[in-house]
């Protein structure tokens, strides 16, 4: 009796091994030229990333802006079709599934999306946009679905009695807090939080980090967290990758990151932060008798010798070709303005009231009204 050939069997995945795995991916773009639409190039958006996360980590991703960091957390969530390389979730390959496989597969991952504002349908109600996934992926329908979302809400810190309203009823924050709750719809394991809180104000943003972290501990999920804010992802991560050019150039856990950079672009990047000091920091006297602008009053010192051989280092009191005594007369751009307006009104009234003629506001000089002091005779034609 012949054989019959079985399938292999799949090696079931352990919270041991990383959740999502990105091994060589590249994602390529291609530039058309011509009638015929030819490629003559390609941006490599992503050149071979490698990556690991593990279930109940939060992996940061940084670097300025254009370097790849949406496109690659989009790439691993296959919303964009990647050109080369491998996407492992669960220790399944997913690089090439399609149709219903690729979405059951999707039911356990999802985006939080960089704007509140533009990621939320305008047209839908907020109980209408967190039951989409519901909807699509056939969880729940009728009192169930109503149900589940009211929960979803309360999960995110807000009244359940909002899935009525619609988006432009909330502000940015809250927006977001609807974004996480149609993230959380479908009881994802990964989420790439793609920017999440850049377009919002300080202290929305660390109400969105602490419920981010609640969530982590209370249901385990995993993220791919990418922000520009360099704080923020020491404060919320447990590994991170700076990203450059499509490429990763440095791979370590935060506290080494942060403490020990190795790359030199790493080292620029957390150098091109400001801090408190440097902005409260006196600005350098030095360069005053050696250029043409003064740092101390903001503004060009105009028709002035300088002699820096007469001019005090330390106090720039010495001499009166030092172009700090020179800023004590020169004039003050915001007095000026200050009288241009002031005395603008005032004389387009004088004029019209002697001369009846179109008068634009841009022939006046705001340093030099010249007014006459009698009023000239007014002219008729013969």
Same mark, same amino acid.
Request: charged share 20%.
């Given at each position: 009796?012949?054989?019959?050939?079985?399938?292999?069997?799949?090696?079931?995945?352990?919270?041991?091994?990383?959740?999502?795995?990105?091994?060589?991916?590249?994602?390529?773009?291609?530039?058309?030229?011509?009638?015929?639409?030819?490629?003559?190039?390609?941006?490599?958006?992503?050149?071979?990333?490698?990556?690991?996360?593990?279930?109940?980590?939060?992996?940061?991703?940084?670097?300025?802006?254009?370097?790849?960091? +949406?496109?690659?957390?989009?790439?691993?969530?296959?919303?964009?079709?990647?050109?080369?390389?491998?996407?492992?979730?669960?220790?399944?390959?997913?690089?090439?599934?399609?149709?219903?496989?690729?979405?059951?597969?999707?039911?356990?991952?999802?985006?939080?999306?960089? /704007?509140?504002?533009?990621?939320?349908?305008?047209?839908?109600?907020?109980?209408?946009?967190?039951?989409?996934?519901? /909807?699509?992926?056939?969880?729940?329908?009728?009192?169930?679905?109503?149900?589940?979302?009211?929960?979803?809400?309360?999960?995110?810190?807000?009244?359940?009695?909002?899935?009525?309203?619609?988006?432009?009823?909330?502000?940015?924050?809250?927006?977001?807090?609807?974004?996480?709750?149609?993230?959380?719809?479908?009881?994802?394991?990964?989420?790439?939080?793609?920017?999440?809180?850049?377009?919002?104000?300080?202290?929305?943003?660390?109400?969105?980090?602490?419920?981010?972290?609640?969530?982590?501990?209370?249901?385990?999920?995993?993220?791919?967290?990418?922000?520009?804010?360099?704080?923020?992802?020491?404060?919320?991560? /447990?590994?991170?990758?700076?990203?450059?050019?499509?490429?990763?150039?440095?791979?370590?856990?935060?506290?080494?990151?942060?403490?020990?950079?190795?790359?030199?672009?790493?080292?620029?990047?957390?150098? +091109?932060?400001?801090?408190?000091?440097?902005?409260?920091?006196?600005?350098?006297? +030095?360069?005053?008798?050696?250029?043409?602008?003064?740092?101390?009053?903001?503004?060009?010192?105009?028709?002035?010798?300088?002699?820096?051989?007469?001019?005090?280092?330390?106090?720039?009191?010495?001499?009166?070709?030092?172009?700090?005594?020179?800023?004590?007369?020169?004039?003050?751009?915001?007095?000026?303005?200050?009288?241009?307006?002031?005395?603008?009104?005032?004389?387009?009234?004088?004029?019209?009231?002697?001369?009846?003629?179109?008068?634009?506001?841009?022939?006046?000089?705001?340093?030099?009204?010249?007014?006459?002091?009698?009023?000239?005779?007014?002219?008729?034609?013969?």
């Amino acid at each position: 009796m012949p054989e019959t050939a079985h399938a292999p069997l799949k090696k079931a995945w352990t919270a041991t091994e990383p959740l999502v795995s990105v091994h060589g991916l590249k994602k390529w773009f291609p530039i058309a030229s011509g009638i015929t639409e030819r490629t003559v190039a390609q941006v490599h958006a992503v050149d071979g990333v490698d990556l690991e996360i593990m279930k109940g980590e939060t992996l940061g991703l940084v670097g300025e802006s254009g370097c790849g960091k +949406s496109t690659l957390g989009r790439t691993v969530l296959r919303l964009y079709e990647p050109t080369e390389g491998t996407i492992r979730f669960k220790g399944e390959d997913i690089t090439k599934l399609r149709g219903e496989a690729l979405r059951a597969k999707r039911r356990e991952m999802a985006m939080i999306f960089q /704007d509140p504002y533009a990621s939320l349908d305008p047209r839908q109600t907020v109980g209408d946009i967190i039951g989409e996934p519901l /909807d699509i992926h056939g969880l729940a329908k009728g009192k169930e679905r109503r149900g589940r979302i009211f929960e979803l809400l309360q999960v995110v810190g807000m009244n359940p009695k909002f899935a009525d309203r619609y988006p432009h009823e909330f502000s940015g924050g809250q927006r977001q807090r609807i974004g996480i709750a149609r993230a959380l719809a479908v009881g994802p394991t990964f989420i790439v939080c793609d920017e999440p809180i850049s377009a919002l104000d300080v202290s929305i943003q660390a109400q969105i980090i602490n419920l981010l972290q609640d969530l982590q501990e209370e249901m385990g999920i995993s993220y791919l967290f990418i922000a520009h804010d360099l704080a923020v992802v020491e404060h919320i991560s /447990d590994d991170v990758l700076v990203m450059y050019r499509g490429q990763i150039v440095e791979s370590a856990p935060a506290e080494k990151i942060y403490s020990a950079p190795e790359n030199e672009y790493t080292r620029n990047l957390l150098a +091109s932060v400001p801090t408190l000091a440097e902005s409260l920091s006196a600005p350098d006297l +030095s360069a005053c008798c050696n250029t043409s602008y003064c740092p101390l009053h903001h503004h060009q010192v105009q028709d002035f010798q300088r002699d820096k051989s007469n001019c005090d280092a330390q106090g720039h009191s010495a001499g009166n070709n030092c172009s700090m005594r020179a800023c004590e007369t020169a004039p003050n751009p915001a007095v000026g303005t200050a009288l241009f307006v002031l005395v603008a009104p005032i004389a387009l009234t004088y004029r019209a009231s002697v001369e009846p003629a179109p008068i634009l506001v841009s022939s006046f000089v705001p340093f030099h009204l010249n007014l006459p002091s009698t009023p000239p005779p007014r002219t008729f034609p013969s």
